[in-house]
């Protein structure tokens, strides 16, 4: 579809104040950073060769602690999870609750998506962007990929913490803290690893822990719903993903203006 000068005049303006709000910025700024270890802090430039060392970091250290949880606590142990009638006795003793609660988790998930849609539908109809999704991402510019190499690190990136934060915080923990070394009751082991998971998330702020603390006990409802893993890891990686959509690329962004693309 060719695009009308309309259309070229309205993406030129959005694209411009979007240029001007991430590139012209000071690139020697440091930003904090994820805590975790030998990269406190990691220089806000997308093609840097330290955002991919550190994506490396974030993947090796999820891995290794994966193994260690699975090693000590075992497989089955971790993947499934087949409550007892008096646990959670909210959740699976009435049907309208569960039919409540499966319905928030659909809304949530559907709106968490909604933004990755309308980024598609207005690519495929050629529609200029606002990147209002984009913006809303700005204060972790530093962190998230901008040239196409990182965007292919993300990648793996987001499968681990898919896999591994989910077998972490949900499989591991939920073991832990109900069944063994503590006998807590599940719904509130359910709250503990949900809010140490959103913890997991500060360098985000107050928001990120918040919205990271919710996502993680609607994982935790879905995993004990569906009595399996499989559902929120992929739930979680496609979750993450999101940034591959909504985030344009360094090239788009440095591209001249007259000819960029509006995604």
């Known amino acids: 579809m ?39 802090r990691v220089q806000p430039n997308p093609g840097s060769p330290q955002k991919i060392a550190y994506y490396i970091t974030i993947c090796a250290w999820l891995w290794i602690a994966s193994f260690v949880a ?17 646990d959670a ?28 849609a309308i980024v598609v539908w ?8 606002t990147y209002r999704s984009a913006k809303a991402l700005r204060s972790l510019e530093y962190f998230f990929p901008a040239t ?4 292919h690190w993300w990648v793996l990136v987001c499968i681990t913490a898919g896999v591994c934060e989910e ?3 949900r499989g591991f923990m939920l073991h832990y803290l109900h069944v063994l070394p503590c006998t807590l009751n599940l719904t509130l082991a359910l709250l503990i690893s949900s809010l140490v ?14 919205g990271s603390a919710i996502a993680g006990f609607l994982f935790g409802l879905l995993f004990l719903l569906s009595g399996n893993l499989l559902l929120p890891v992929v739930l979680h990686a ?26």
Request: charged content about 20%; hydrophobic content about 40%; glycine content about 8%.
């Open 2 to 40: 060719r695009s009308t000068p309309a259309y070229k005049a309205h993406n030129r303006k959005y694209q411009r104040n979007y240029h001007r709000s991430q590139v012209s910025k000071n690139p020697d700024r440091w930003q904090q950073s994820p805590n975790w270890p030998g990269f406190d």
């Open 70 to 86: 699975v090693a000590n606590v075992g497989v089955r142990e971790v993947f499934t999870i087949a409550p007892m009638p008096n």
């Open 89 to 116: 006795s909210w959740l699976f003793g009435h049907g309208w609750v569960r039919f409540l609660v499966e319905a928030v988790i659909a809304l949530f998930f559907g709106m968490t998506f909604l933004s990755c």
């Open 122 to 129: 207005k690519k495929l109809n050629d529609r200029p962007r």
């Open 148 to 151: 196409q190499r990182e965007r």
């Open 167 to 169: 077998t972490l915080f």
């Open 197 to 210: 998971f959103g913890l997991n998330h500060f360098y985000g702020g107050v928001g990120g822990v918040v």
């Open 238 to 263: 496609l979750t993450d993903l999101r940034a591959l959509v909504i985030l344009p690329t360094r090239a788009e962004l440095t591209a001249p203006l007259s000819t960029a693309s509006d995604s």
